[in-house]
């Protein structure tokens, strides 16, 4: 027997230690806390690789070695991997990586959408998975492999989605000469958050839809089967999908994992979450609660219990954590926004927002629309950025850096129309991610939204969601950690946003 799919730690024992992973695009955090009160004990990251494909290796390197970082997992009880979204991971027989990873911000595989969403209509779409396929999503990443790799679509005997795969190789399974359990496709498994961003999986059903996954390769789909062995046939495995409090499963050996660090037997894994749904379980996000997330991209969400649909596409009604709904808008330009203008003025980003609070709200009619890498939402992915309302009063420092914090949240300002034009309340808004600790973002934010915005305390959320699960699974309750939060008061200034919405 490979594993047990049970705890076995007694989940009364107020000294357990859990850790949650945040294995995002550019970096893996691992976060190590008090599985009762949620106190931080120690943490540690280390880099991923730049680009928009990626060889997994990367991945399972940068998480031994931020493992390592965060002082090992010797006494840690139970663990759950969070990640990025969306990324094709393609294994053969033998369960080694027949491609590097598109991950979800490689949009090579934009008329592969447009391709799957001509031939269903986006209704259908809509009906069956939530969301309407853009590239960011696995489905359109598998039909661009089928049409332009068709010797690497026959190799395929398994698609797994980052966190899958590195939860997958953390149990100890892999490639015969890399891991202790071998290629068992079968043992490959997922939570329903990350599942619902394949666009082949249905959060309404909680199951995947095999007609839209042959749409998508070719190929059969078949549902892993934990226990049993691949049968190598021609259908090709994903991963089972494993209930929110639910253990992947508990190592009965002891597993290398990369630079020395060790999993031990008896470390439970959690089933993981995406990294959205990581955030928003780390926050404590429950109905009327949204997140505006601010990293190299951005993301509005929150969580609903009620039944979502989005025909438009603009929002994708994915499931999160808890098994309820995770209705999110993600763009591509967010802090990258900052970057590029910072970089044009030669301001951090502590300088730029100093240049923006210069100049007054709407910059004296300069806009900035900030598609510099394409975009999702809207699905522009061959759009350019502009500036708009250049006169020499505005061809300035100051009023080209608050045009440029203006921009960044006004698109995601219109993101959150989105979200709340689907029924979903929005009580309390979030801030969060590394640009809403500068003081303008802050201000300008709760001018550009016009409400009360939250700022908690800086921290790891997609980790501390993740590890949260894995108290989860450990105590069999969800607890209840505490979030110290900064409000910066509602300062509507609805002319700064209609300005921007006049420049599309």
Known sequence: MAESLASTTDPGDEDLLVAGVDSSTQSCKVVIREARSGRVVRSGRASHPDGTEVDPAAWWDALGAAITDAGGLDDVA?????????????????????????????????GAAADLVDELGPEEWVERTGLVPVASFTATKLRWLRDTEPDNTARVAAVALPHDWLSWRLRGYGPADESP?????????????????????????????????????????????????????????????????????????EVALPGGAVAHAGLVVGPGTGDNAGAALGLGLGPGDVAVSLGTSGTVFGVTTASLADPSGTVAGFADATGARLPIVTTLNAARV???????????????????????????????????????????????????????????????????????????????????????????????????????????????????????????????????????????????????????????????????????
């Open 78 to 110: 139970a663990i759950a991997v969070g990640g990025q979204q969306h990324g094709m991971v393609v294994l053969d027989a033998d369960g080694r990586v027949i491609r590097p990873a598109l991950l979800w911000n490689d949009t090579r595989s934009a």
């Open 181 to 253: 359990l071998g290629p068992d496709l079968d043992a490959l498994a997922t939570d329903a958050s990350d599942a619902s961003g394949t666009a082949y999986w249905d959060p309404a059903r909680r199951a995947y839809d095999a007609d839209l996954f042959e749409r998508a390769l070719g190929r059969v789909l078949r549902e892993a089967r934990p226990g049993t062995a691949t049968d190598g046939g021609d259908a090709v495995v994903v991963p089972r999908v494993v209930e929110p409090s639910a253990a992947m499963g508990t190592l009965d050996r």
């Open 338 to 504: 900052l970057e590029v203008i910072g970089g044009l003025l030669g301001a951090d980003h502590g300088e730029l927002g100093a240049l923006a609070l210069e100049a007054p709200a709407g910059a004296g009619g300069l806009v900035l629309v900030p598609y510099f890498v394409g975009e999702r939402t809207p699905n522009r992915p061959d759009a350019t950025a502009s500036l708009l309302g250049m006169t020499p009063l505005t061809t300035t420092r100051p009023y080209l850096a608050r045009a440029a914090v203006e921009g960044m949240l006004c698109a995601l300002a219109d993101g959150l129309a989105a979200v709340e034009g689907t029924g979903t309340r929005v009580e309390r808004l979030f801030l969060i991610g590394g640009a809403a600790q500068n003081p303008a973002v802050r201000t300008i934010a709760a001018q550009v939204f016009g409400r009360d915005v939250l700022i908690p305390d800086p921290g790891e959320y997609v980790a501390a969601g993740a590890a949260r699960q894995a108290a989860w699974v450990l105590g069999g309750a969800l607890p209840d950690w505490p979030l110290a939060a900064d409000t910066i008061p509602a300062d509507p200034r609805p002319e700064v946003l209609a300005a921007y919405r006049r420049s599309l």
